[in-house]
Protein backbone atom coordinates (compact mmCIF):
# COMPACT_ATOMS: atom_id res chain seq x y z
CA UNK A 1 0.00 0.00 0.00
CA UNK A 2 0.97 3.46 -0.75
CA UNK A 3 1.52 6.01 1.79
CA UNK A 4 -0.02 9.70 0.78
CA UNK A 5 1.13 13.24 2.59
CA UNK A 6 -0.97 15.83 2.12
CA UNK A 7 0.09 19.40 2.47
CA UNK A 8 -3.24 22.22 2.96
CA UNK A 9 -2.61 26.07 3.74
CA UNK A 10 -6.70 26.78 3.68
CA UNK A 11 -9.95 24.90 3.99
CA UNK A 12 -8.69 21.67 3.02
CA UNK A 13 -12.01 20.62 0.97
CA UNK A 14 -9.51 18.87 -1.72
CA UNK A 15 -7.54 17.20 1.20
CA UNK A 16 -11.16 15.47 2.80
CA UNK A 17 -12.25 14.39 -0.41
CA UNK A 18 -8.31 12.55 -0.70
CA UNK A 19 -8.72 11.34 2.83
CA UNK A 20 -12.04 9.83 2.15
CA UNK A 21 -11.19 8.44 -1.66
CA UNK A 22 -8.56 6.13 0.25
CA UNK A 23 -10.31 3.10 1.56
CA UNK A 24 -11.28 -0.24 0.41
CA UNK A 25 -9.49 -1.90 -2.21
CA UNK A 26 -7.45 1.40 -3.52
CA UNK A 27 -4.31 0.87 -3.28
CA UNK A 28 -2.81 3.98 -1.27
CA UNK A 29 -3.88 5.04 2.31
CA UNK A 30 -3.31 8.52 3.92
CA UNK A 31 -0.66 9.24 6.34
CA UNK A 32 -0.16 12.91 7.10
CA UNK A 33 -2.03 16.25 6.56
CA UNK A 34 0.62 18.90 6.60
CA UNK A 35 -0.24 22.70 6.58
CA UNK A 36 2.08 25.72 6.41
CA UNK A 37 0.20 27.46 9.38
CA UNK A 38 -1.31 25.98 13.14
CA UNK A 39 -4.29 27.94 11.59
CA UNK A 40 -5.55 26.10 8.47
CA UNK A 41 -9.10 25.22 8.89
CA UNK A 42 -8.45 21.73 7.04
CA UNK A 43 -6.36 21.05 9.98
CA UNK A 44 -9.25 20.49 12.77
CA UNK A 45 -10.85 18.64 9.24
CA UNK A 46 -7.57 16.08 9.34
CA UNK A 47 -8.24 15.17 12.84
CA UNK A 48 -11.87 14.50 12.73
CA UNK A 49 -10.99 12.32 10.12
CA UNK A 50 -8.34 10.47 12.38
CA UNK A 51 -5.52 11.72 10.29
CA UNK A 52 -2.29 12.41 11.83
CA UNK A 53 -1.67 15.96 11.38
CA UNK A 54 1.42 18.21 11.55
CA UNK A 55 2.61 21.93 10.84
CA UNK A 56 5.15 24.16 10.14
CA UNK A 57 4.90 27.83 10.43
CA UNK A 58 6.48 29.64 7.28
CA UNK A 59 6.18 33.15 9.28
CA UNK A 60 9.39 32.83 10.91
CA UNK A 61 11.42 31.72 8.27
CA UNK A 62 11.15 35.97 6.95
CA UNK A 63 11.48 34.68 3.33
CA UNK A 64 14.20 31.80 3.48
CA UNK A 65 12.12 29.51 1.79
CA UNK A 66 15.17 26.78 2.03
CA UNK A 67 15.30 27.00 5.84
CA UNK A 68 11.39 26.47 5.86
CA UNK A 69 11.81 23.70 3.18
CA UNK A 70 14.23 21.99 5.09
CA UNK A 71 12.41 21.65 8.13
CA UNK A 72 9.44 20.64 6.25
CA UNK A 73 10.61 17.91 4.52
CA UNK A 74 12.33 16.56 7.99
CA UNK A 75 8.72 16.49 9.29
CA UNK A 76 6.82 14.93 6.01
CA UNK A 77 9.78 12.25 6.02
CA UNK A 78 8.96 11.06 9.67
CA UNK A 79 5.53 9.83 7.97
CA UNK A 80 7.59 7.92 5.14
CA UNK A 81 5.04 8.55 2.57
CA UNK A 82 5.50 7.35 -0.96
CA UNK A 83 3.58 10.27 -3.13
CA UNK A 84 3.01 14.08 -1.56
CA UNK A 85 -0.07 15.60 -2.78
CA UNK A 86 -0.70 19.49 -2.48
CA UNK A 87 -4.40 20.41 -2.39
CA UNK A 88 -4.49 23.97 -1.65
CA UNK A 89 -0.70 24.66 -0.28
CA UNK A 90 -0.17 28.42 -0.70
CA UNK A 91 3.12 28.25 -0.86
CA UNK A 92 6.02 28.45 -3.86
CA UNK A 93 8.46 25.47 -3.50
CA UNK A 94 12.10 25.92 -4.39
CA UNK A 95 13.67 23.30 -6.99
CA UNK A 96 15.61 22.00 -4.43
CA UNK A 97 12.49 20.60 -2.59
CA UNK A 98 10.90 19.88 -5.39
CA UNK A 99 13.27 17.59 -7.02
CA UNK A 100 13.69 15.62 -3.48
CA UNK A 101 10.09 14.48 -4.66
CA UNK A 102 10.33 14.83 -8.51
CA UNK A 103 7.80 12.11 -9.98
CA UNK A 104 6.52 11.82 -6.90
CA UNK A 105 4.58 14.92 -6.04
CA UNK A 106 1.32 16.08 -7.33
CA UNK A 107 -0.37 19.44 -7.54
CA UNK A 108 -4.02 20.43 -8.05
CA UNK A 109 -4.42 24.04 -9.80
CA UNK A 110 -7.65 25.93 -10.63
CA UNK A 111 -7.48 26.14 -13.91
CA UNK A 112 -7.12 24.44 -17.65
CA UNK A 113 -3.13 24.57 -17.86
CA UNK A 114 -1.43 25.39 -19.42
CA UNK A 115 -4.02 28.64 -19.35
CA UNK A 116 -3.81 30.70 -16.06
CA UNK A 117 -0.65 29.85 -13.97
CA UNK A 118 -0.54 31.30 -10.16
CA UNK A 119 -3.35 33.31 -8.69
CA UNK A 120 -6.70 34.44 -9.52
CA UNK A 121 -7.41 32.33 -12.14
CA UNK A 122 -11.59 32.64 -11.86
CA UNK A 123 -11.25 36.18 -12.40
CA UNK A 124 -9.15 35.76 -15.44
CA UNK A 125 -10.96 33.17 -17.18
CA UNK A 126 -13.87 35.11 -16.79
CA UNK A 127 -11.89 38.30 -18.13
CA UNK A 128 -10.97 36.98 -20.65
CA UNK A 129 -14.16 35.38 -22.09
CA UNK A 130 -13.79 31.82 -22.05
CA UNK A 131 -16.51 29.60 -22.72
CA UNK A 132 -15.18 26.86 -20.24
CA UNK A 133 -13.02 26.78 -17.28
CA UNK A 134 -11.95 24.07 -14.93
CA UNK A 135 -9.03 22.18 -13.03
CA UNK A 136 -5.69 20.41 -13.66
CA UNK A 137 -4.11 17.89 -11.24
CA UNK A 138 -0.49 17.44 -12.37
CA UNK A 139 3.45 16.49 -11.41
CA UNK A 140 5.40 18.82 -9.38
CA UNK A 141 8.26 20.15 -11.43
CA UNK A 142 10.72 23.68 -10.23
CA UNK A 143 8.21 25.35 -12.57
CA UNK A 144 5.40 26.85 -10.81
CA UNK A 145 2.22 25.35 -11.93
CA UNK A 146 4.02 23.38 -15.09
CA UNK A 147 4.55 19.87 -15.26
CA UNK A 148 2.97 16.75 -17.08
CA UNK A 149 -1.00 16.76 -17.01
CA UNK A 150 -2.32 13.77 -15.09
CA UNK A 151 -5.91 14.78 -15.62
CA UNK A 152 -8.53 17.76 -16.46
CA UNK A 153 -12.15 18.24 -15.31
CA UNK A 154 -13.64 21.14 -17.80
CA UNK A 155 -16.92 23.38 -16.85
CA UNK A 156 -18.96 25.66 -18.82
CA UNK A 157 -18.58 28.92 -17.90
CA UNK A 158 -22.20 30.70 -17.82
CA UNK A 159 -23.44 34.09 -18.19
CA UNK A 160 -24.00 35.52 -14.86
CA UNK A 161 -20.58 33.82 -13.28
CA UNK A 162 -18.99 36.04 -10.59
CA UNK A 163 -15.23 34.61 -9.27
CA UNK A 164 -16.95 32.98 -6.94
CA UNK A 165 -19.63 30.93 -8.36
CA UNK A 166 -17.25 29.72 -10.93
CA UNK A 167 -14.95 29.09 -8.78
CA UNK A 168 -17.21 26.57 -6.79
CA UNK A 169 -18.69 25.16 -10.03
CA UNK A 170 -15.08 23.92 -10.65
CA UNK A 171 -14.39 22.92 -6.83
CA UNK A 172 -17.00 20.66 -7.23
CA UNK A 173 -14.95 18.81 -9.74
CA UNK A 174 -11.69 19.46 -8.21
CA UNK A 175 -13.40 16.98 -5.48
CA UNK A 176 -13.94 14.26 -8.34
CA UNK A 177 -10.49 14.77 -10.13
CA UNK A 178 -8.25 14.93 -7.54
CA UNK A 179 -9.03 11.25 -5.93
CA UNK A 180 -9.74 9.79 -9.78
CA UNK A 181 -5.71 11.02 -10.72
CA UNK A 182 -4.42 10.03 -7.34
CA UNK A 183 -5.84 6.24 -7.35
CA UNK A 184 -4.21 6.12 -10.79
CA UNK A 185 -0.95 7.30 -10.07
CA UNK A 186 -0.93 5.02 -6.98
CA UNK A 187 -1.37 2.14 -9.55
CA UNK A 188 1.37 3.23 -11.70
CA UNK A 189 -0.94 4.60 -14.35
CA UNK A 190 0.06 8.26 -15.89
CA UNK A 191 -2.87 8.04 -18.50
CA UNK A 192 -4.64 11.74 -18.35
CA UNK A 193 -8.36 11.50 -16.58
CA UNK A 194 -10.73 13.82 -18.36
CA UNK A 195 -14.08 15.26 -17.04
CA UNK A 196 -16.47 17.10 -18.94
CA UNK A 197 -14.65 16.65 -22.28
C1 LIG B 1 -8.48 24.83 -4.56
O1 LIG B 1 -9.37 25.45 -5.45
C2 LIG B 1 -7.14 24.57 -5.25
O2 LIG B 1 -7.28 24.20 -6.59
C3 LIG B 1 -6.49 25.92 -5.12
O3 LIG B 1 -6.80 26.35 -3.83
C4 LIG B 1 -8.07 25.81 -3.44
C5 LIG B 1 -7.92 25.11 -2.11
O4 LIG B 1 -9.17 24.72 -1.59
N1 LIG B 1 -5.05 25.81 -5.32
C6 LIG B 1 -4.31 26.79 -5.78
O5 LIG B 1 -4.74 27.89 -6.10
C7 LIG B 1 -2.85 26.45 -5.91
N2 LIG B 1 -2.09 27.57 -6.40
P1 LIG B 1 -9.24 23.61 -0.44
O6 LIG B 1 -8.30 24.04 0.68
O7 LIG B 1 -10.68 23.65 0.00
O8 LIG B 1 -8.85 22.29 -1.04
Not at 20 to 34: F, I, K, N, Q, Y
Not at 71 to 77: A, G, N, Q, S, T
Amino acid sequence: TKRVAILISGGGSNMVSLVESMTGDHPARACLVMANSENAGGLAKASALGMDTDFVDHRPFKGDRAAFEEVLHDRILQAQPDIVCLAGFMRVLTEGFVSKWQGRMLNIHPSLLPKYRGLHTHARALEAGDAYHGCTVHEVTPELDDGPILGQARVPVLEDDTPEVLAARVLEQEHKLYPAVLRRFAEGDRTPVKIGF
